[in-house]
């Protein structure tokens, strides 16, 4: 199985501050990797997929980046709501990995 | 609405069987591969089982092959996972998820809540 590394595991900011969490694969994964949000008592919100192809309603202060086994979510400017714990998930086989979370608090 | 809504969990003790349901709402469910996704209570998240959305090839994870099951009826929208000889460490919110492309290596663009399962003598 493909092991997906995140780093910090928790984080603290403040609010205007901008962030990077980084995502490390075992082996290239290519592009096939996701990141959601996840806030307490809610189910994971897709962010970014294909490593770093915005989905669909997610604001822009939102990117990602990287390739083969290292990858970024930058969040350029926190808002209040973007506390919350992140998650990177490779795709690359059906059998899909997680990370095992980063807690973004201030 | 567009929706996923899981139904079927509850307080099973080690050794038994609980059948979780899925419902899609709002969407070409013959069109995508749909997948179990679970999390333990303070835990990450964890890919259970995937079935694709035509000849409905099935996948597991290591973890619960053997012991789990994936189907689904297209006439209902709905996906399943029947799940036999339950232990401990299967106690999670279990959510089922639909990828973004349809494909059964996919991101997951659509949660359901969850539903609990809890595992305990």
């Known amino acids: 199985d493909i092991q997906m590394t995140q780093s910090p595991s928790t984080l603290s900011a403040s609010v205007g501050d901008r962030v990077t969490i980084t995502c490390r694969a075992s082996?290239?994964?290519?592009?096939?990797l996701a990141w959601y949000q996840q806030k307490p008592g809610t189910a994971p919100k897709l962010l970014i997929y294909?490593?770093?192809t915005l989905e669909s309603g997610v604001p822009s202060r939102f990117s990602g980046s990287g390739s083969g086994t290292e990858f970024t979510l930058t969040i350029s400017s926190l808002q209040p709501g973007d506390f919350a714990t992140y998650y990177c998930?490779?795709?690359?086989?059906?059998?899909?990995?997680f990370g095992q979370g980063t807690k973004l608090e201030i | 609405e567009v929706q996923l809504l899981e139904s079927g969990g509850g307080l099973v003790q080690p050794g038994g069987s609980l059948r979780l349901s899925c419902v899609a709402s709002?969407?070409?469910?013959?069109?995508?591969?749909m997948t179990w996704v679970r999390q333990a209570p303070g835990k990450g998240l964890e890919w259970v089982s995937t079935?694709?959305?035509?000849?409905?090839?099935?996948y597991y994870a290591d973890s619960v092959k053997g012991r789990f099951t994936i189907s689904r009826d297209t006439s209902k929208n709905t996906v399943y996972l029947q799940m036999n000889s339950l232990r401990v460490e299967d106690t999670a919110l279990y959510y089922c998820?639909?990828?973004?492309?349809?494909?059964?290596?996919?991101?997951?663009?659509?949660w359901g809540q969850g539903t609990m399962v809890t595992v305990s003598s």
């Open positions: 294909k490593a770093s």
């Open positions: 709002e969407i070409t469910f013959s069109s995508f591969a």
């Open positions: 998820a639909k990828g973004v492309h349809g494909q059964t290596d996919d991101a997951f663009d659509l």
């Open positions: 998930h490779q795709y690359n086989t059906i059998q899909g990995t």
């Open positions: 082996q290239s994964i290519s592009g096939w």
């Open positions: 079935i694709s959305r035509s000849r409905g090839s099935t």
